[in-house]
């Protein structure tokens, strides 16, 4: 009776984690359209910046997930269940953090589907987390802090703030080698673009330099 027991506990567990039960879940409102939104929640963790690199040129976003608890379509606001991720073309003030009250605009749907067969499937990704929707934003005006707000940052945000900060002491700015440092020291993936070797055989080049 045990095996038959544990499959039906994980499907259970399953079931209960992708099923639509509440009228108020993201996927009951929203479907598969998309939508020009605002919504309101908290944050689930605090954004982290995401560096990805095109031919030749590197940029910055941002990316957080948001425990959603309000949602606005057009001049109806509904109560809303269930967790976004957010991307936003710019990193985020300091500001904003773990456990932060937010109300965030711009365009909610379902993340892409890969391009192709055998490439990494972002949308699955996050669905096998209960994530099913990504809000797009223009900036970080988009974003704004709900009262009442936080004193401070989590523990491990700001022993992670000052550790970055007491790497770089002494070193002139910012660069990739720097931000490799912090990847390999304190765990911090914004380093990673999508080719990780290469990022690790240009610092090798100019190793010499850092002494």
Not at 182 to 194: H, I
Not at 199 to 204: A, Y
């Amino acid at each position: 009776m045990i095996w038959p027991l544990l499959a039906l506990i994980g499907w259970t567990n399953l079931a209960s984690r992708t099923a639509v039960i509440s009228p108020d879940d993201l996927r009951a409102l929203i479907g598969n359209a998309t939508a020009i939104a605002a919504v309101r929640g908290t944050l689930a963790e605090t954004p982290h910046i995401k560096i990805t690199e095109r031919e030749g040129e590197q940029s910055e976003h941002s990316l957080a997930q948001v425990r959603v608890n309000t949602l606005q379509l057009g001049e109806n606001r509904l109560p809303a269940l269930g967790g976004i991720v957010v991307s936003t073309p710019a990193p985020l003030a300091e500001t904003f953090f773990a456990g932060q009250a937010v109300e965030i605009s711009g365009v909610i749907a379902r993340p892409a589907a890969p391009l192709a067969e055998g490439l990494f499937d972002y949308r699955n990704y996050l669905q096998t987390r209960g994530i099913y929707y990504e809000l797009k934003t223009n900036s970080t005006n988009d974003w704004q802090l709900r009262e009442p707000s936080l004193a401070s940052p989590p523990l491990t945000d700001r022993f992670l703030n000052w550790s970055k900060r007491t790497l770089a002491l002494g070193l002139p700015a910012e660069d990739e080698p720097l931000r490799l440092l912090w990847a390999m020291t304190l765990g911090w993936r914004a380093a990673f673009t999508g080719n990780i070797s290469e990022p690790f055989l240009r610092v090798g080049e100019n190793a010499p330099l850092r002494h």
